[in-house]
């Protein structure tokens, strides 16, 4: 797989203004779809052959329109793939959620103990939770895509947003990230110290009805349940102070485990026995098992509510690959995230494993020199399965976003394009010692085009629809692409990412014959 993400006409004001003129000819009397055949015919150029995630409808083979004459499907065809953002909607009881008091964000209700960065960590456990994916799944109709036409193109779907699931599934502390960023906080963690009930949460725009956390209710059932509902042998295995399973004073100031705030409200004269968030390290043995085995526990419950719902008969897509991206910045997850996920999942999208060159420049931290022992972990952990990577970069000071400061060790397009070539030579040679395979089955780049609201060089092309070929990318253009269609018009001249793009693309399948 050689995916793009987010083609779409509007990524920003000045994109849509210049596409509804600059398409107004070409093989329909109608600027979108000629639009749409142009991206197409773009990316077969360019060697890629898949619609990826976030992308306009229009492009995919599925949809019709009485325009494009026979069957009313557009003439070009590729694999595609759909996705929702499942966690966001449901935290916001929106897209068809439908129920009396929406999933809460546990990370809410956690206190100033927790230093780290706050992703989102959803209560799944609330009763409501599986009520509310099946309905979204409903409401989404992605179930008409099995019936229509050249639904055989239909690659996988995408069953939650990472952004959302930064807390569940983020990098582990097993190697460091690249670059180096705050890593979450483990998921029991959390849990064990956020607050057993919330009113409203002003991040995400919502009041609750039902005020209980229910994932904090459970993690309290299932460590009394772990220790025979005997608080005695819980504070020898732990090292505790607690008084009950339950709350005995209030949250942050009694000494029931529901009341543990990350600061051991009943510890008394003792030290608190709760140690580092993401990696559990100053808490006992026992401590550490047990919050694994809670993590494992909480996995479980959410990917089998969305397994379930997502394949149900009536309204879902059963046997469409199911896929969910793991980990960040070239870092795979924790293992147990791994674990669960060959459980629930066909496909996994990992954040770069390998790490590609850009993220092992000097320039972003250092060399790596650890790839091996990334790949060979998460093999270890997922098991004998595929993945695809995400994978992106930018060349700010060479492009349309050269206004605004950047991380990047690439200060060219030609860098930019050296390390897409090693990025995918070393994805098609990634093969694990665990099991002798070649994992990565594919990869997919964010994105289609500079965003001018991220202030960030991650397209193909340039805000004003020019390619980063060297030529079009610049004041003057070249008068007309290969299309037919106009070029130039930027601010200066900017280098030339596609042509090392399109080698690496098309060199891929034939290098992995035998």
């Known amino acids: 797989m050689k995916g793009v993400t987010a083609i779409n006409y509007n990524m920003d004001s000045e994109q849509l203004t210049l596409n509804e003129t600059k398409y107004v000819l070409g093989p329909t009397t109608n600027w979108t779809l000629n639009w749409d055949l142009q991206m197409l015919h773009r990316l077969l150029a360019w060697g890629f052959n898949t ?195 339950g709350s005995a004073g209030g949250w942050g100031v009694g000494t029931g485990l529901l009341d543990e705030n990350g600061l051991c409200p009943s510890r008394g004269t003792s030290a608190c026995w709760l140690g580092d968030a993401v990696t559990l390290a100053g808490e006992t043995t026992a401590m550490q098992a047990d919050l694994s085995a809670f993590y494992t526990h909480y996995l479980d419950r959410y990917l089998s509510v969305l397994k379930t719902e997502y394949q149900n008969p009536t309204y879902g897509v059963p046997g469409v690959m199911l896929e969910m991206g793991l980990g960040g910045f070239s870092t795979p997850p924790r293992r147990e995230v791994l674990t669960e996920a060959a459980k629930y999942l066909d496909l996994a999208l990992m954040p770069g494993v390998p790490p590609p060159p850009w993220a092992c420049a000097p320039a972003a931290g250092g060399v790596c020199t650890d790839s091996q022992q990334r790949i060979d972990f998460t093999a270890q952990y997922l098991g004998d399965r595929p993945w695809i990577n995400w994978e992106g970069v930018n060349a700010n000071p060479d492009s349309a976003e050269s206004a605004y400061p950047s991380t990047s060790p690439y200060t060219t397009q030609a860098q930019r394009g050296a390390g897409y070539q090693g990025m995918v030579s070393e994805s098609v040679n990634a093969k694990t010692t665990v099991t002798g395979s070649y994992p990565v089955v594919g990869f997919f780049w964010w994105g289609a085009f500079d965003q001018d609201g991220e202030r960030t060089n991650w397209g193909l092309l340039t805000p004003h629809d020019n390619p980063y070929d060297g030529k079009s990318a610049t004041v003057v253009g070249t008068g007309t692409d290969q299309w037919g269609y106009p070029t130039g018009g930027e601010s200066a001249n900017y280098g030339d990412f596609i042509d090392d793009v399109t080698s690496a693309n098309n060199d891929a399948i034939p290098s992995m014959a035998p």
């Open 51 to 245: 619609i990826a995630d976030d992308s306009y409808d229009g492009l995919k083979p599925w949809s019709t329109d009485v325009r494009w004459g026979g069957d009313y499907t557009i003439p070009v065809k590729l694999p595609y793939t759909s996705g929702l953002n499942m966690s966001r909607y449901v935290f916001t009881d929106t897209d068809g959620c439908g129920v009396t008091s929406t999933t809460k964000d546990m990370i809410n209700g956690v206190g100033a103990a927790y230093p780290a960065y706050r992703y989102d960590y959803g209560d799944y456990f609330d009763p409501t939770f599986s009520s509310c994916v099946g309905n979204i799944v409903q409401a989404s109709g992605i179930r008409t895509t099995l019936r229509a036409p050249h639904n055989d193109y239909y690659l996988y779907l995408t069953i939650d947003e990472s952004d959302q699931t930064g807390g569940l599934f983020a990098p582990g502390p097993d190697f460091p990230a690249l670059p180096s960023v705050s890593l979450s906080g483990n998921a029991a963690w959390i849990t064990l110290v956020t607050a057993p009930t919330q009113t409203s949460n002003s991040t995400w725009g919502v009041t609750y009805s039902d005020t209980t956390v229910y994932t904090k209710h459970e993690f309290s059932n299932f460590i009394a349940a772990r220790y025979g509902n005997s608080v005695a042998s819980l504070n020898a295995a732990w090292g505790s102070k607690y008084t009950s399973f």
